[in-house]
């Protein structure tokens, strides 16, 4: 691990103008990519005090062992040199987005003699017109079927269109007329290039003029009484219209425009783009990527408009991109609006829609989002050889002795101390076994010792108390039946504090029945430490405890003074943090929930004889409960419907209440006043 120090740049080397900077390490491999539009104090932000950097970042530049800079004259140019150099180097520590797929395109290759309909994946070729890209395959294909009877274009490779040209019979299609059969000369060469621009027309989204020029041919067809062909025409129309029905108007103003949107986790990211041509959803597309350097919302829309748009020009750049959030400050969203345009050739609007239809439908594409990322970690852990490599990686690197097959995950969740609760959650197998996840309310004791007051923000002693739990109840059903029997409980919470659902009549043994063969707790030393003190108090000596560190991901054994580091790619890193993350989903779930309940709770609840209708008349006459604290009993009995028995009642309760804390507005620090206004000193 490098010391970055060891390569900082002397005082005074930075220029303090626009440009690109690269970190390598020891083998000359460049590891990050990034530009900035003061190369200055964006260089000296990484040669900070370590504690103060994000873990991503504090293992990258612990990584590098140099680090050069190219000076640029706007932030146009580092924005492209930028795009340039992680394309070339693929740097390991930059956001890179992958394709869960390759998309395929309706292609016309306008740039032969005879222009052919395919579908086409990879790389993009100069002369070709695309359209999509599409979801599938087939989809493609459904379309161009319905489209040839319209505009009988030529669809066949080049050794079957040569074969023909030599017997001088065409193919299959020719014959049914779904080509114009330009390889025996039906066509000449300029008709068939006509029909392939009008194929292009139409999906491009210039079909309601085309569409009515064919509707006054069947009627003239049909007033001439050439029948046979008004029928024709008429199936025609019908197809051509199937084949608008495939892509629904989703704009009306006949929009074109890509809308981007972003979902994301701590480790995870996924990018959904629909594109919009003529008002119609013309083609979708979506990339996952790995969090591997810092970034937010903003960091992973500019990768995305880089990735997408980096090797396009004119009309494959649309006249609006629609993204979630702006790529950073004006000056950085002009840079890229800027190079958008470049690109184009003429003005692109990059905007956060903000109402309306686009607004709806920027919806639709964040769910698309969120479904995707969602789906990609299903498929992950879903699958059975990569489950198993976890395993046996987990196994390897905490020398355990067998792989864990059942793994047990232990979080702690508060708010500044108040409502401390925990989390268990359950692995087998590698998948997660939600009928059996736990909850606990920390309440400082383990059965009838008292541990601690279980006052303020200690999560150490209570990964001690929830971990002897958990274990004591094992041990206590063990030591009472002699073997793993379903156990009588009932729903509701237990004396120490474990929220108990009803027993299920499935003749399995109970959710403490089964001891995991691996802890993992949420942490660094000082829980692995009180985990495995709790395990020593109770005498079990056959169960594993380890804990994953959020700072660098580091995993922790008891008594180890240096962590295991896992790879960034391992498989059994990536088992660990979906473990960690799930519990900490399950824990801050239920500490909201509680948090939510008590704030919820009133003392005018229990002045026996007031219902909800006179609370409400009580609190919007006199405004909060701080104010009907405040009142007399001749005031209360002031509120339509009140006695003074009643009004005497609810003088007593909020009397022996004592006054709720105050609360904080978390995004100024201001305390607020019953009346929801703020406090000043």
Not at 67 to 87: D, G, N
Not at 442 to 464: A, C, L, P, Y
Request: charged share 30%.
């Amino acid at each position: 691990m490098a010391d970055p120090s060891s390569y900082r740049p002397k005082p005074g080397q930075i220029p303090d103008s626009p440009g690109v900077y690269k970190f390598r390490d020891e083998h000359h491999r460049v590891i990050y990519v990034g530009k900035a539009k003061s190369l200055r104090p964006r260089l000296s932000s990484y040669f900070q005090d370590l504690a103060g950097l994000h873990p991503r970042t504090r293992t990258m530049v612990t990584t590098a062992a140099s680090v050069e800079w190219t000076v640029v004259s706007t932030e146009v140019e580092a924005l492209q040199l930028e795009y340039s150099w992680i394309k070339e180097f693929d740097p390991r520590f930059n956001v890179k987005y992958r394709d869960d797929k390759s998309y395929p395109y309706l292609a016309v290759t306008l740039n032969e003699e005879f222009p052919r309909v395919q579908v086409m994946r990879g790389a993009k070729r100069k002369g070709v017109r695309y359209f999509g890209p599409y979801g599938h395959a087939w989809a493609i294909r459904e379309t161009v079927d319905l489209m040839l009877r319209v505009f009988p274009v030529r669809t066949c490779s080049a050794g079957v269109f040569k074969n023909a040209e030599r017997t001088g019979r065409p193919c299959l299609l020719g014959y049914i007329g779904k080509c114009s059969a330009p390889c025996v000369g039906r066509v000449t060469p300029e008709e068939h290039r006509e029909l392939a621009e009008e194929f292009c027309d139409f999906m491009a989204g210039r079909t309601g003029a085309y569409i009515r020029r064919l509707e006054r041919q069947m009627t003239v067809a049909a007033e001439d009484m050439e029948y046979e062909k008004a029928g024709r025409l008429r199936d025609d129309i019908g197809a051509l219209r199937r084949a608008m029905e495939k892509n629904a108007v989703v704009l009306a103003d006949a929009t074109d425009a890509d809308l981007i949107a972003v979902a994301e986790d701590e480790l995870e990211a996924a990018v959904q783009i629909f594109h919009v041509r003529g008002g119609r959803v013309r083609g979708q597309r979506g990339w996952v990527t790995d969090k591997v350097e810092e970034v937010g919302t903003a960091g992973l829309v500019e990768h995305a408009l880089q990735q997408l748009y980096g090797d396009e020009t004119g009309d494959s750049v649309p006249k609006e991109v629609l993204v979630p959030a702006l790529p950073g400050d004006d000056v950085e969203t002009a840079a890229v609006t800027q190079w958008l345009s470049d690109r184009r050739g003429s003005h692109v609007s990059l905007r956060i829609p903000q109402r309306g239809d686009k607004k709806d439908l920027m919806a639709t594409v964040e769910r698309n989002a969120q479904q995707a990322l969602v789906l990609h970690k299903t498929r992950r852990a879903s699958d059975l050889t990569t489950r198993s490599r976890a395993l046996e990686e987990i196994a390897r690197a905490l020398d355990l002795d067998s792989v864990p097959l059942r793994i047990e995950c232990f979080d702690i969740s508060h708010l500044q101390g108040d409502d401390v609760v925990a989390s268990m959650v359950v692995f087998e197998d590698g998948l997660a076994r939600k009928s059996e996840y736990r909850r606990f309310q920390i309440k400082g004791k383990v059965g009838d010792t008292q541990v601690w007051h279980g006052e303020g923000q200690d999560d150490v002693r209570s990964m001690h108390e929830v971990i002897a739990r958990r274990f004591r109840r094992y041990l206590l059903e063990k030591e009472r039946t002699g073997e793993w029997t379903e156990q009588d409980l009932v729903g509701g919470t237990t004396a120490s504090g474990e929220v108990v659902a009803a027993p299920e009549d499935d003749g399995r043994p109970k959710r403490f029945a089964y001891p995991p063969q691996l802890v993992v707790v949420d942490g660094g030393q000082p829980q692995v430490a009180a985990a495995k003190r709790a395990l020593d108090e109770l005498g079990i000596d056959d169960v594993a405890v380890c804990g994953l560190a959020k700072r660098l991901e580091e995993v922790w054994l008891p008594d180890d003074d240096d962590p295991v580091v896992l790879p960034r790619s391992s498989e059994g890193l990536y088992l660990l943090q979906r473990v960690r993350d799930e519990a900490h989903r399950f824990a801050i779930t239920y500490q909201r929930a509680k948090r939510a309940k008590r704030i919820r709770t009133s003392p005018l609840d229990d002045v026996p004889g007031l219902g909800e209708t006179r609370k409400q008349a009580l609190i919007k006459h006199f405004g909060s409960v701080k104010r009907l604290r405040q009142a007399t009993i001749e005031q209360i009995c002031e509120v339509p419907g009140l006695g003074r028995k009643t009004a005497e009642a609810v003088a007593v309760a909020l009397a022996q209440a004592a006054p709720a804390a105050p609360a904080v507005n978390t995004a100024t620090g201001e305390i607020m006043d019953d009346d929801g206004g703020s406090t000043h000193d």
